[in-house]
């Protein structure tokens, strides 16, 4: 369980990215973050690991106060904490395997793993992650060569292969088409339910969060204005959160999918 009380982020310039946030994460349970640009969601995603410092409040991770941790437990701590990133935090020259084992850096430190010293298990460990994430045929490739998706698989399964108790998601479709985007959170969805993981996931499209979300949290301005199923989530909590618009859309579905146009609340779209 995450357990997050009256946390505050507060930079040198006087602005406070988070005003008291507090909320819990049950172990097995996804929830997603969703608000405007600058209401906080990737900030209070980094406070949870401490790639950025909060300023006060309370992250309790099995109990544990990550916030007060030393640099050398919070190292330890972080081993359980797998992080996927908007931008995939890949090293380009390297190939998709050398990727995914960089995330056992935690468990058997820098000069092994530049000698390429990672223990036969892990090793196994790796390949069948690529298999399951669909990438088994590219991995001697070298991580530039790869599509968008693809290289958001490759960042999911190094963020799985430190075995995490806790996985933080930090807007994993940004860069992704919207056939791509589906398949990559049903992916995490998938993996965090076969593993019975605690999943934070920071994410801009509502539709997305709505679909594979199991709760939903609104922030605006550093502070949760909604927080409730996702399908509680209806044009009086979007207004709420974003301000006033028209929630209803007109779209065509992406490639792949079949090219009927869909009409009315953004609510009706499902599966």
């Not at 088994?136 to 693809?150: E, P």
């Not at 999911?156 to 807007?171: H, K, M, N, S, T």
Request: hydrophobic share 40%; charged share 30%.
């Amino acid at each position: 369980m995450v357990e997050i009380k009256n946390l505050v982020k507060r930079y040198p310039s006087g602005q406070e990215a988070l005003k008291g946030v507090s909320l819990t994460v049950n172990d097995d349970e996804v929830i997603a973050l969703i608000g405007p640009s600058g209401a906080g969601k990737s900030t209070l995603i980094r406070c949870i690991n401490r790639l950025v410092e909060p300023t006060s409040g309370e992250i309790l991770i099995g109990g544990r106060d990550v916030s007060k941790l030393s640099n050398k437990d919070l190292r330890l701590q972080r081993r359980k904490i797998g992080m996927i990133f908007q931008e995939y935090a890949l090293v380009d020259r390297l190939t998709v395997m050398e990727n995914v084992l960089s995330g056992q850096l935690g468990y058997i430190g820098f000069w092994k793993s530049t000698f390429r010293k990672f223990p036969p298990e892990t090793i196994r460990n790796a390949y069948a992650l690529l298999e399951r994430v669909g990438l088994s045929d590219y991995i001697d490739s070298r991580a530039d060569q790869l599509s968008g998706g693809q290289r958001q698989r490759v960042g999911i399964a190094r963020a799985l292969i430190q075995d995490p108790d806790l996985l933080l998601v930090d807007e994993p479709t940004a860069s992704l088409d919207p056939k791509t985007s589906r398949q990559v959170m049903r992916l995490i969805i998938e993996l965090v339910q076969e593993r019975k993981l605690a999943c934070i996931i920071n994410i801009h499209d509502v539709i997305l969060a709505k679909q594979f979300a199991q709760r939903i949290i609104g922030l605006q301005a550093g502070q949760i204005v909604y927080e409730g199923a996702s399908e509680e989530l209806n044009t009086d909590v979007l207004n709420r959160i974003y301000g006033e618009e028209d929630w209803n859309i007109s779209r065509k579905k992406g490639d792949g999918e079949e090219a009927e146009e869909e009409s009315g609340d953004i609510f009706s779209l499902g599966e």
